[in-house]
Nanobody, 115 residues
Framework: QVQLVESGGGLVQPGGSLRLSCAAS????????MKWYRQAPGKQRELVATITREGSTVYANSVQGRFTISRDNAKKTVYLQMNSLKPEDTAVYYCNFVAAASPYWGQGTQVTVSS
């Protein structure tokens, strides 16, 4: 059974940092590109960062230079290091991958940036 479990969210002050983790099971993790999305209240879910199976990365303009996506294939885990956090980064963050044209999602982890 495929499962994605996010963790690491929480409340942080503006300018602070958080590191999100997404642990996968039930898949051959190393062959998939992995993505982080986020969804703020009243807004559509947006793509934040992508890491290919080769380790190449792509970021949304809004997080470029502040967020870093990485992966550990041995641990079947993808990470999102978030620095210089802003109130507008407040959202539920989800990890994702697509297999055979079907998307798989975790349950999400809440990130709140507030003083």
């Amino acid at each position: 059974q495929v499962q994605l479990v996010e963790s690491g969210g929480g409340l942080v002050q503006p300018g602070g940092s958080l590191r999100l983790s997404c642990a996968a099971s039930g898949i051959v993790f190393s062959i998939y590109a992995m993505k982080w999305y986020r969804q703020a209240p009243g807004k559509q879910r947006e793509l934040v960062a992508t890491i290919t199976r080769e380790g190449s990365t792509v970021y949304a303009n809004s997080v470029q230079g502040r967020f870093t996506i990485s992966r550990d294939n041995a641990k079947k885990t993808v990470y999102l290091q978030m620095n210089s956090l802003k109130p507008e980064d407040t959202a539920v963050y989800y990890c994702n991958f697509v297999a055979a044209a079907s998307p798989y999602w975790g349950q999400g982890t809440q990130v709140t940036v507030s003083s």
